[in-house]
């Protein structure tokens, strides 16, 4: 325990020093937005240069700066989630090559999709697509392959969603399609992950709740299969990653207090304390 902590003191004492040796060449104020909650930075517009694509809580709204060729963004196109928007995320939801955005409205219970079609106007860049607008408190958003046709999918969570949580959106022949699934109750869901635990070519996802635990979904003989990996804990958030870059994947689960642990081939999340 002693040698735990003293390794834990050590690696903080490390990070520290790295964040007070960063020096920034300028700091620039580019727009006032209001409560941001995701960031993305991505060449949206395939001109060479990061754009950046922002999410706010409140008031509810996806701003998009395209940057310019001096350095300088147009920061005049936005969206409104219509109050309490939760969860931006990116991804190539129609196959077409260009990088689009989705987002969960949770007071207009909603999910929206921003396509991305730039002709060279920005204007008129991404076009607005209401995925679902009978949605049950959506809260929690993630694009991946869930079924392992190499194409992006959009798995959210919901808090009221018939006892259920999960919904789950397939890409096939360039749309987005709400596929038949019957999850188990989490509670109130906070966060999701992905990764290939089992190495078996298939993403597998994990939704964390504040109420139920961890609950994991794979796709498996054509039917996604949920299953809970970690019982009824107060968990905010999990992050699944490749720390060494040598495919042994870790993860940090966070509840009151942040854990990194193994994750295990083939069982769930192991090695986590509570």
Known sequence: MIARQLARAVLIGLLVGVCWSLEFERTEYIIDIGAVCDIFVEDFDSDGDDDLLLGTYWPGRVHYLQRQDDGSFISDLEWSTHGNGRQLVIGDFDNDGDIDAAYASYDDN?????????????????????????ARGPVALIATDVNGDSLTDLVGAELRYEGRTVRVFEQRNHVLVQASVDSLTLGAPTSF????????????????????????????GGDYEFNRVIPSSVINSIKIFDVGHDGTLKSTVVNQRSTLCDVGSGAAIAGATW
């Open 193 to 220: 992950a992905s990764a290939d635990i089992d190495r078996d070519g298939l993403v597998e996802v994990y939704i964390t709740s504040s109420t139920g635990g961890i609950l994991r979904m794979r796709y498996v």
């Open 110 to 134: 909603s999910y929206v999709i921003l396509r991305n079609q730039w002709t060279g106007e920005v204007q008129s860049q991404f076009e607005p697509e209401v995925l679902l607008t009978h």
